[in-house]
Structures are given as C-alpha cells and as structure tokens.
C-alpha cells in the first residue's frame, strides 16, 4: 500500500469517534493518514471543533518547545485510533468478544489517567463538551474522542453503525436514518459512483 497526500478533512460519521477512525483512510490500494503529524492532528481538533483556534496556536508553539510530548500526543491518538477501527472491524457478534474486550481495555487505560476539567461551550448557536486537561498541554487531547465512543457503547449503537457499501470505502457512519436504510458514507462521493456505475450497466 502507497502513501498519497492527505485529502481535507470529512466528517460524516454521525459520531466523533467514528470521524476520528475515519482519518485513517485507504481508497484503492492508496493509503490516506489526515493526521500524518501532530500540526495535522492539531488542525483536525480544530475542525471538529474540540479546541479553539487560540489553543490550536498554544498547542503548536508548545509542539516547537517540547517536540516529544507532541510526539508522543500523536502516538497515543493513533494507538486509540486503530484500538476502535478493530472494534468496528471485528468487534462485532459472538466472535468479536475479544476485540471489544482490547478496545474496553485501552479506553480505560485511556479515560483512567485523564486528569482535567469537563466543560460545556457555546460555538454559534449550539455546544459542545470539551476538556481542559491540568498540567500537561497535550494530555487529555483524545478525551473527548473516547467518551464519544463510550456514549456509543453505553448506549447500545452498534447495530446502527455501517461501513460504506462501497467496498473500495473503508469509512464507518451512524445509520440515523429513520427506515435505517443509509447505505453510503456520503452521497456525494460514493454514492454518486455507485449510481453512475449502475447507469453505466444499464446503458452497455
């Protein structure tokens, strides 16, 4: 598998947790990281609108002085990342025990040395949770993703969860479709593919 430059960010997950694993991408053999460096990693926080563009700048001009920790904020968020990609991959049914017995593990280890304060703020005209961690700037930054997760655990979601129909598309969405019918990640993209390959057999 090959590296290609990152696209811009997609969220169309329904859920937090399912953007974030979605960062992770491939298409065609082609590997897609959206968060490839810690700048990256700030820039998404900030388009999902957990941090404001005041602690994006804090959070990078302390990245220049202390580049291990910003280094290990990263590591930690693509850790977390791939523990709940396998647990939308194989954490489904009967056989998937052991895959959501890892992914409950590592948001314990995760959620267990969170050290900070919850809060609510308001952006435009609705709010949103955010996490201010005490001491350590890059500490707590994958919170919110996490307790996304959580709330999705606890509150039984899975079966509304789907992969992308087209199976060049690795990307996952909340079904929140009254009928429970959503087959695509985003029309625009690939459901437009799959309706124009469809006309395209008709027409042959």
């Known amino acids: 598998m090959t590296d290609a430059p990152a696209p811009a960010f997609v969220f169309i997950g329904g859920r937090l947790w399912l953007d974030f694993v979605n960062t992770d991408d491939a298409r065609l053999g082609i590997r897609l990281d959206t968060i490839d460096a810690f700048d990256k990693y700030v820039e998404w926080l900030e388009a999902a609108e957990l941090i404001d563009a005041a602690r994006a700048s804090a959070l ?14 990263l590591v930690e968020a693509r850790r977390i990342r791939a523990a709940l990609r396998a647990l939308l991959e194989r954490g489904r049914g009967a056989t998937g025990q052991t895959a959501r017995d890892a992914a409950v593990a590592e948001i314990n280890r995760v959620l267990g040395r969170a050290v900070g304060t919850r809060r609510v703020d308001a952006i435009d005209d609705r709010y949103v949770r955010t996490f201010v961690p005490v001491g350590d700037v ?9 307790e996304s997760a959580v709330d999705s655990l606890v509150r039984g979601e899975f079966d509304r969860i789907r992969t992308c129909a087209d199976r060049r598309c690795p990307r996952h969405f909340a079904d929140d479709t009254k009928s429970h019918t959503r087959r695509w990640c985003d029309m625009r993209t690939c459901g437009n593919r799959a309706k124009a390959q469809r006309r395209r057999r008709r027409q042959a």
Not at 60 to 73: I, M
Not at 139 to 144: M, Q
């Open 60 to 73: 990078r001009r302390r990245a220049l002085d202390q580049p291990s920790g910003a280094t290990a904020a």
């Open 138 to 146: 890059f500490g707590g930054l994958v919170i919110p993703i996490v």
